[in-house]
């Protein structure tokens, strides 16, 4: 054999090594992983953030030894997610994961090149976070809940409850393009339908909550039903503390609700729509898919939760036909 085929012979091996190498140095990068909240260090560690970190864990992504987070929170004030996320932005991480689409128009606002990745945001095409749902096209995708749209089989499922109840109180965030806002539409809808009466309580800020529901005890409601937002969410706690001051069965838009002293729930399940994120987020962090390439999905799983104690303590005997359609009983 030549001195020259020998060479080419060599140099062949070593280009052959170096396309095998190449990946699994990027395999062995540690990510970082943006992860910016419209609530709570305290309420978050327990609850979305925590699904998501566990569902990566369970896909191989280890805190500490392949992947960190930056996880930033407004503390329930709205106004200062523009600047968090242009902040977190900053720090260049290699992908950024969200909630709801508040928080994703926010982190969209300062970037178009870094992966971001929402879990529970609504109305993502009219709102121009994606062009559309089978093929996003640009640096976004995630899921798209379903949760505004079920105001009004949530209102029907409290008057199936409550089945002499005329008055129901309805707490809104009132911005004018938010979910919030829409699903109280479909709550007056539906109201006209079944003959009950309405009365919105407007809630901006945390602060509001105690004077939005002495307003509502004020006209005499019989029943809370909370609209889809981050904060009302977020707030739910000290929501739930107060109706039950007052012995005011709540409907809430989420399972957490009901698991905490809420009458009932009607909702996608959220843990599966944080976990499915997680997914793409995998794909995304491992360089398989990028998110223009990775089609915006939706919930096809919906529960309704009821809370036997809360029901036992509020003196309300649950017909049977909603016992057979809850998914669980919280006893």
Do not use: C
């Not at 997610?81 to 689409?101: F, H, M, Q, S, Y």
């Amino acid at each position: 054999m030549n001195i020259r085929r020998k060479l080419l012979i060599a140099l062949g091996a070593l280009s052959v090594g170096l396309a095998h190498a190449q990946p699994e140095k990027r395999a062995g990068k540690t990510m970082r992983v943006g992860m910016l909240s419209s609530g709570t260090r305290a309420v978050d560690e327990v609850g979305d953030r925590k699904t998501f970190v566990d569902a990566l864990r369970e896909l191989g992504w280890v805190e500490g030894r392949n992947i960190l987070y930056d996880a930033v929170y407004a503390d329930d004030d709205a106004s200062r997610l523009p600047a968090l996320a242009a902040a977190l932005v900053a720090r260049a991480p290699d992908l950024i994961w969200v909630g709801p689409a508040e928080v994703a128009l926010a982190v969209f606002a300062s970037t178009r090149t870094i992966p971001l990745v929402f879990s529970t945001a609504t109305n993502v095409v009219e709102r121009g976070l994606v062009k559309s749902l089978a093929r996003p096209g640009g640096n976004v995708t995630g899921i798209q809940t379903i949760g505004w749209e079920l105001g009004g089989k949530r209102l029907q499922l409290l008057k199936q409850a409550l089945p002499k109840i005329a008055r129901a109180g309805v707490l809104v965030y009132p911005s004018p393009d938010s979910a919030s806002q829409q699903e109280s539409k479909e709550i007056e809808k539906a109201a006209a339908i079944l003959g009950l009466t309405v009365i919105p309580a407007m809630v901006k800020v945390a602060g509001e909550i105690d004077s939005a529901i002495a307003s509502l005890v004020k006209n005499r409601v019989e029943a809370i039903l909370i609209t889809v937002s981050p904060l009302l969410r977020n707030q739910r706690k000290r929501i739930l503390e107060l109706a039950a001051s007052q012995r005011l069965p709540v409907v809430g838009t989420r399972s957490e609700f009901t698991v905490e002293g809420a009458l009932l729930s009607y909702s996608a399940l959220l843990s599966d729509q944080i976990r499915r994120s997680a997914q793409m987020v995998d794909l995304i962090l491992k360089g398989a898919k990028k998110p223009a390439d990775i089609p915006v999905e939706q919930p096809t799983k919906f529960e309704l939760v009821v809370n036997l104690k809360t029901a036992k303590t509020l003196g309300i005997t649950i017909p049977g036909e909603i016992l057979l359609q809850a998914a669980r009983l919280i006893e």
